[in-house]
């Protein structure tokens, strides 16, 4: 479990020192501006949610929530007229984007989010809440857990100052992960899915009272839009701890809410942490193709219809359960046949199945694939066809695919090999 090193100071040279010392020069330089102009104004400005309790866990936190008791996009418009850019308004939620000039963020950030302190409550179960104007404390109950209520105010002579109205800093300290009343997860079933993701990324526990709640929340998931549930699915998917997040939803029985077929067990899992071996940007496209290549194509349609997957990952998806099932079918062929087969794969698919299997011949197929023959071309091409006066058409496909296979099979090993090679089969 993961305690932060100290509460946060009472001091204020000290609170300055710990926040100056989280952020880059240019995020201090930035919101020392913007704090500067919200104290001019009197405008409380605070620092909220996961950057807070990132800091204070002592982990390099990077993206940060800036909220304002009162109106944002008066506090945009006066950072415009003041240091220039310009703002995108968005009045329904009082949120305003101040695009920087370049003088405030020459390299850095190109735009910064202003969000007005709200209240939200929920019409019905698991809808889009009702949004109003309201004060912090509003905007602190709205959250999901009290780890993510902790606030750091800006302005003037506060900067620094923490707001802890719920209790966030002694959970954290404590390393509990706890809901802020009985009704949140009806409120948001995507909490569920949020709560898992928190205490498995810092080992945290969730508080007694908060796993109380679930077997009861559970039939909440149902009402989750397709789009909300893929969206939590693939928050977990890009962490580091995915696949103890998998195997913690599995056990809480929200996973089987989520879909009946979204089970995981201990091959999965470690099919699922070989994700870690991809780019950062490709983890979650590779996550869900490793934790579900193993699927049938009709179980497959069936999470398709609850999570609406996106066209690519879905081909890729498909793709990948097609070549896992017939990853045998290569054993004792030649590279050409082979090749020609795994080329009408998408390559992520192929580099999936390949990273999921762990030993034999079919492993080192793909991986032969994957390094040297997908690579391998023939040196004649279509234009040297044509020199030699072929009429363009099929035929040219035909006879580069013989001439690759020859190569791939080790019948042409050389530049005279093909010449002659292709001679006899013009
Ligand atoms: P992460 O490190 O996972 O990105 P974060 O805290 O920055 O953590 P975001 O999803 O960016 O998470 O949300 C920002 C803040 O908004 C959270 O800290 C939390 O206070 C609040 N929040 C986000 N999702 C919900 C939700 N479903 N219900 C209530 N509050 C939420």
């Known amino acids: ?8 100071p009472a001091e204020s040279g000290a609170r300055a020192k710990r926040l100056a010392d989280a952020l880059s020069p240019t995020s201090l330089s930035l919101l020392q501006v913007v704090a500067d102009e919200a104290a001019r104004r009197g405008l409380p400005l605070y620092l909220v949610g ?4 990132d800091l204070l866990l002592g982990r390099p936190a990077t993206d940060f929530d800036l909220v304002v008791e009162g109106d944002a996009t008066a506090l945009a418009r006066a950072l415009v007229a003041r240091h220039g850019g310009d703002t995108i308004l968005h009045n329904r939620f009082g949120t305003a984007q101040w695009l920087l000039p370049d003088t405030i963020s020459p390299t850095g950030h190109s735009s910064l989010d202003l969000i007005s302190a709200r209240s939200e409550t929920y019409k019905h179960p ?10 912090l404390a509003d905007d602190l109950r709205r959250r999901d857990f009290t780890v993510n209520t902790l606030a750091l105010r800006l302005d003037g002579e506060y900067f620094g100052e923490l707001r802890d109205d719920l209790g966030g800093l002694d959970d954290l300290q404590r390393g509990l992960v706890r809901v802020l009343h009985q009704r949140s997860f009806e409120d948001d079933p995507t909490r569920l899915f949020r709560l898992v993701r928190y205490e498995k990324r810092y080992d945290f526990e969730v508080a007694p009272e908060t796993l109380a709640l679930i077997p009861e929340s559970l039939p909440w998931i149902k009402k989750l839009s397709a789009e909300r549930l893929r969206h939590e699915l693939d928050l977990i998917l890009e962490e580091d701890n995915a696949a103890a997040m998998l195997k913690r939803l599995a056990e809480l029985k929200i996973l089987a809410e989520a879909h009946p077929a979204l089970a995981v067990n201990l091959s999965i899992r470690r099919r699922v942490e070989k994700a870690m071996q991809v780019l950062p940007g490709e983890r979650r496209a590779f996550g869900w193709m490793l934790w579900l290549m193993h699927l049938s194509r009709p179980a497959l349609k069936e999470i398709e219809s609850r999570l609406h997957f996106h066209a690519n990952l879905r081909d890729a998806l498909f793709a990948a359960s097609r070549l896992y099932s017939s990853r045998d079918s290569f054993i004792g062929k030649k590279p050409g046949q082979y090749v020609a087969v795994l080329d009408d794969f998408p390559l992520d698919s192929v580099r999936a199945v390949y990273l999921a299997m762990l030993r034999g011949e079919a492993r080192r197929t ?3 694939y994957l390094e040297t023959w997908r690579h391998v071309k023939p040196k004649t091409t279509g234009h040297t066809l044509k020199k030699l006066g072929l009429e363009p058409g099929p035929r040219y496909q035909r ?8 190569w791939l099979d080790g019948e042409v090993t050389s530049e005279e090999e093909e010449k002659r090679l292709l001679e006899k089969l013009v």
């Open 366 to 368: 793909l991986h032969n």
């Open 126 to 135: 698991s809808a889009l809440p009702t949004v109003r104007p309201g004060s």
């Open 399 to 406: 006879i580069l695919h013989l001439l690759r296979d020859a």
């Open 1 to 8: 479990m993961s305690i932060p090193s100290s509460s946060w």
């Open 50 to 53: 996961g950057f807070v309790r």
